[in-house]
């Protein structure tokens, strides 16, 4: 589990074909490693990876076939700058909300605007996953907590204050960028309990 609060910002090392799918390499910046051990999970972009080698400045993880199709990871590159956050620890804060780092589906970039000192990004989604976004309620896009103001049918916006923009990647978007998109965990939840009540009614 995961808090959406962004720790550093890492950046692709290498990306190499292995037996069908792939290894990345992450060169991880700021973030200490000195408590990660190998079997440990870090998100990457809002991406639950497994670290399967460690090197003090770097990690590795191994990237299935169904992670590639159902993330923005399959179209990355060497060079590109990536969210990272380590697992969260029972005696951590929350600041953020529960995230998984169980990528939901892939959005886009609609607009950016100005808005006072910050920027209101509007994102659209897969319809599939429009009815788990409610105004007020949280949701992680690129591994970042964030709180939607309003929703639109397949669209949600957000504000992006200052800090958010200078500790996170979302200086690399742009309209038209794709980005992972994870739902609250409890509007999964929410509508499973509301749908078995519905069946046996």
């Known amino acids: 589990m995961f808090t959406g609060i962004i720790q550093s910002v890492g950046r692709v090392r290498a990306i190499e074909p292995v037996g069908g799918d792939v290894r990345l390499v992450v060169d991880t910046a700021?973030?200490?490693?000195?408590?990660?051990?190998?079997?440990?999970?870090?998100?990457?972009?809002?991406?639950c990876l497994t670290a399967v080698a460690l090197d003090g400045a770097s990690f590795a993880a191994d990237v299935s076939r169904e992670t590639l199709n159902c993330t923005t990871l399959g179209a990355w590159a060497a060079g590109r700058r990536v969210n990272l956050e380590k697992a969260l620890r029972l005696a951590d804060r929350l600041g953020g909300h529960l995230v998984s780092g169980h990528v939901d589906g892939v959005g886009e970039v609609v607009s950016v605007l100005p808005e006072a000192r910050s920027l209101r990004w509007v994102f659209a989604v897969p319809a599939a996953l429009a009815r788990y976004i409610a105004a007020k309620g949280s949701i992680?896009?690129?591994?970042?907590?964030l709180t939607v103001n309003?929703?639109?049918g397949r669209r949600f916006g957000v504000n992006?204050?200052?800090?958010?923009?200078?500790?996170?990647?979302?200086?690399?978007?742009?309209v038209g960028s794709a980005v992972n998109i994870e739902v609250d965990l409890m509007a999964r939840y929410a509508e499973r309990l509301s749908s078995e009540k519905a069946a046996e009614a």
């Open 160 to 174: 992006l204050i200052p800090h958010t923009l200078e500790k996170t990647g979302f200086g690399d978007c742009a």
């Open 30 to 47: 700021e973030l200490d490693l000195s408590d990660v051990r190998l079997g440990d999970s870090i998100a990457v972009d809002g991406v």
């Open 140 to 145: 992680a896009v690129n591994g970042v907590s």
């Open 150 to 152: 309003e929703v639109d």
